[in-house]
T-cell receptor, first 112, second 113 residues
Framework: RKEVEQDPGPFNVPEGATVAFNCTYS??????FFWYRQDCRKEPKLLMS???SGNEDGRFTAQLNRASQYISLLIRDSKLSDSATYLC?????????????FGKGTKLSVKP | DAGVTQSPTHLIKTRGQQVTLRCSPK?????VSWYQQALGQGPQFIFQ???????QRGNFPDRFSGHQFPNYSSELNVNALLLGDSALYLC????????????FGEGSRLTVL
């Protein structure tokens, strides 16, 4: 089993749609969870951290289920500018943030 | 405030050659991590440097080595290049004590022919 697995994309959705990405991780000792966004031929950038209680940032909602080792990202009212690859990320060991385990990413394409 | 800067941005090498990639962390950050991102894949952790020492290493062979300088900048060296080493090499910086965001540079795109 891969350390971080994501939905295989791509997701092609119209503007205004709601889209959900799922991710599972294998290391039950993982402490920190994130969603990063990567635009085409650009570097990854932090979209949001994921907390056990769930957290929301505008149109974006992240959820964590530790028992199932499952992370999700919900994007409401999709915009053209949301088109990117979304990377599910888990901290590989307790400590600093350097050793992050990335999923392969799910590509989202929002169409007019 | 400069973010993470990497050089060179693009380079082409042939099999068997050696390459050195450079990274300057974001101002105030003392920890540098290197990642390899092959086409269509997520970034893979190579190693992390803190206080001029390699603190953690991913599943990469000894051909991959690095260094961190007193000013926190870092180098990634790859010896005996293979075709499979072709990838985007990303440097990321963070504060050791910070459990928040990891800041990435734009990367160095290496092509091995």
């Amino acid at each position: 089993r891969k350390e971080v697995e994501q939905d295989p994309g791509p997701f092609n959705v119209p503007e205004g749609a709601t889209v959900a990405f799922n991710c599972t991780y294998s290391n039950s000792a993982s402490q920190s969870f994130f969603w990063y966004r990567q635009d085409c031929r650009k570097e990854p950038k932090l979209l949001m951290s994921v907390y056990s209680s769930g957290n929301e940032d505008g149109r974006f909602t992240a959820q964590l289920n530790r028992a199932s080792q499952y992370i999700s990202l919900l994007i409401r009212d999709s915009k053209l500018s949301d088109s990117a690859t979304y990377l599910c990320v888990v901290n590989g060991w307790t400590g600093s943030q350097g050793n992050l385990i990335f999923g392969k990413g799910t590509k989202l394409s929002v169409k007019p | 405030d400069a973010g993470v800067t990497q050089s060179p941005t693009h380079l082409i090498k042939t099999r068997g050659q050696q390459v050195t990639l450079r990274c300057s962390p974001k101002s105030g950050h003392d920890t540098v991590s290197w990642y390899q991102q092959a086409l269509g894949q997520g970034p893979q952790f190579i190693f992390q440097y803190y206080e001029e020492e390699e603190r953690q290493r991913g599943n990469f062979p000894d051909r991959f080595s690095g260094h961190q300088f007193p000013n926190y900048s870092s180098e990634l060296n790859v010896n005996a290049l293979l075709l499979g080493d072709s990838a985007l090499y990303l440097c990321a910086s963070s504060l050791d004590r910070d459990t928040g965001e990891l800041f990435f540079g734009e990367g160095s795109r290496l092509t091995v022919l």
